[in-house]
């Protein structure tokens, strides 16, 4: 029975912090739920999100949700329906109960396991949710990877249309908390972007342009940098609340805040190969964004009145300029 696989990973993992030994329940239980689905007539159903990225591409970090799109229409109470059957009759789990809200966009599962494991007492509540988020999907040109586990076939976007969508996430997601409606960015988000990065994924620009309205490639380049920028430095502390659930080892968590900006400028870069191939207007392009790290970080001092008097030397032409060593040293201010 699967709540004894459950218990084995309570007893298994001596974790202090409740909701990160949540979230490592939760992707467990998320197994469960997406080898049904791809072993049934939803199998074609395309998986997206951070749990994608976690489960078909080795993404270091946790989730909590299931993101997925369909091409075709599909029922979402019936699917509703069929896991909680699913649960009954294959893993004789008979406690599920479900519900569907969000203009019939989201199932929520319930499990009520949480006293049994030991990780809720009589006054808190006994539920473990797991939210299925199921939309068309917004993609022309649909890509996709076949994905093996041990059981069944995974059929998620290709890392390219992750990214997109990742992209379109940070320009879109508003995330309101508290009664006075505070903006917090979701930490993941950033976490997502650089891995992204690294890996030398590039996005589909010119479908993110024709969704956030962005003129041209060199103008989403500038908006990505100063929107980034702006999050990481006025919003550090609620990044890493937001990841603190979701990463196990508390050095990659440390070493992503620490070196998130430098390795993001650096590796962002590499994109200007194809964004901006001209070396002069790539040259020009970075000192304006230059320009606009200055200006989000709100930087005066002697150091950065010679930065921008190099930048203005250069584009006459009259000196070289080291634009990475700028970009490192204006980022340790």
Do not use: H
């Not at 699917?79 to 966009?105: C, G, H, M, P």
């Not at 995330?175 to 589909?204: A, C, H, M, S, T």
């Not at 929107?227 to 609340?241: P, S």
Request: net charge neutral.
């Amino acid at each position: 029975m699967f709540i004894e696989k459950l218990k084995q990973i309570v007893k298994m993992k001596s974790i202090k912090n409740p909701e990160l030994l949540r979230a490592i329940l939760k992707m467990e239980l998320i197994e469960y739920v997406l080898q049904y689905i791809y072993t049934s007539k939803y199998r074609n159903l395309i998986f997206k999100g951070g749990t994608c990225l976690k489960i078909c591409y080795d993404l270091p970090r946790l989730s909590e949700d299931i993101d997925l799109d369909f091409v075709d229409e599909i029922d979402i109470s019936s699917l509703k329906e069929d896991l909680i059957s699913y649960f009954k009759t294959e893993l004789a789990y008979d406690r599920l109960y479900a519900s569907v809200t969000n203009n019939n966009q989201t199932i929520t599962l319930k499990f009520p396991v949480l006293r049994d494991l030991g990780l809720a007492n009589q006054s808190e509540s006994d539920l473990l949710y797991i939210k299925l988020d199921i939309q068309k999907s917004p993609f022309f040109n649909i890509t996709t990877d076949l994905v093996p586990r041990k059981n069944y076939v995974i059929k998620a976007y290709s890392l390219p249309l992750l990214f997109t969508g990742k992209v379109n996430a940070i320009f879109t997601r508003n995330k309101l908390v508290g009664k006075e409606n505070k903006f917090v960015p979701k930490g993941r988000d950033y976490f997502d972007l650089l891995w992204f990065l690294q890996k030398g994924i590039r996005p589909d620009i010119s479908m993110l342009e024709q969704e956030l309205n962005i003129s041209s490639n060199i103008e989403f380049k500038v908006r990505l940098d100063q929107r980034v920028i702006d999050m990481f430095t006025k919003y550090k502390d609620e990044i890493i609340n937001d990841l603190k659930p979701f990463i196990e080892n508390t050095d990659i968590l440390n070493q992503f805040i620490e070196s998130f900006l430098p390795l993001y400028l650096k590796y962002s870069l590499e994109i200007f190969d194809y964004i901006v191939p001209d070396e002069v207007s790539r040259q020009n392009y970075l000192i304006d964004d230059l320009n606009s790290i200055i200006k989000v970080k709100k930087l005066q001092s002697k150091e950065i009145m010679k930065v921008l008097n190099d930048m203005d030397n250069y584009k006459k032409g009259s000196n070289n300029l080291d634009i990475l060593g700028i970009y490192n040293y204006l980022i340790s201010l």
